[in-house]
């Protein structure tokens, strides 16, 4: 079995980032206990089906295809050691979402949440915020955009 090197990794990430035209959103987490309080982030990864794929129906096997290749995006940006924090891939809900911001596309969503590994309810700290930004570096070297699609020159 060959092992995929680290640049032939992020060539076949970026090969999904434009198959799917995938961007990201970033979300507040927050707990309400008396009062609203932030507790971490809400990643979400947005793709549409790749050509050749029209038929559009919440849950089809083209969504399931384009979610499990929005997890291994997720999966790679997600930092490797453990950490204060813990990051935690939601499962596939078989749903397609629209945004006006993107004109109403057809999109598949993976959420990431980033929060306490201990003290689910403690304010957002320096770890969370520590681990979004290595996370949109990731993104960002794959090409990725926060709030719309951007086709590669």
């Known amino acids: 079995m060959l092992v995929e090197t680290s640049q032939q990794t992020i060539e076949r990430l970026k090969a ?3 198959k799917h035209q995938v961007c990201y959103d970033v979300w507040s987490e927050n707990l309400v206990v008396k009062e609203r309080t932030k507790v971490g ?3 979400e990864l ?3 089906h790749g050509e050749g794929a029209d038929h559009i129906v919440p849950g089809c096997k083209h969504c399931h295809n384009t979610f499990e ?3 291994q995006i997720a999966e790679w ?8 924090s813990y990051y935690d891939i939601q499962p596939f809900d ?5 945004a006006a911001r993107r004109k109403f596309r057809q999109e598949v969503v993976l959420g990431i949440k ?7 309810d403690q304010p957002l700290d320096q770890c969370e915020e520590i681990c979004l930004k290595e996370m949109r570096e990731k993104l960002a070297e794959l090409g990725i955009h926060e709030g719309e699609w951007r086709a590669h020159p």
Request: aromatic share 6%.
């Open 114 to 120: 980033i929060l306490h590994r201990q003290g689910f």
């Open 94 to 98: 078989n749903a397609l979402r629209q």
């Open 41 to 43: 982030f809400l990643v």
């Open 46 to 48: 947005n793709g549409v």
């Open 69 to 71: 290749d929005l997890r």
């Open 16 to 18: 999904l980032v434009e």
């Open 77 to 84: 940006i997600v930092p490797k050691e453990q950490r204060a």
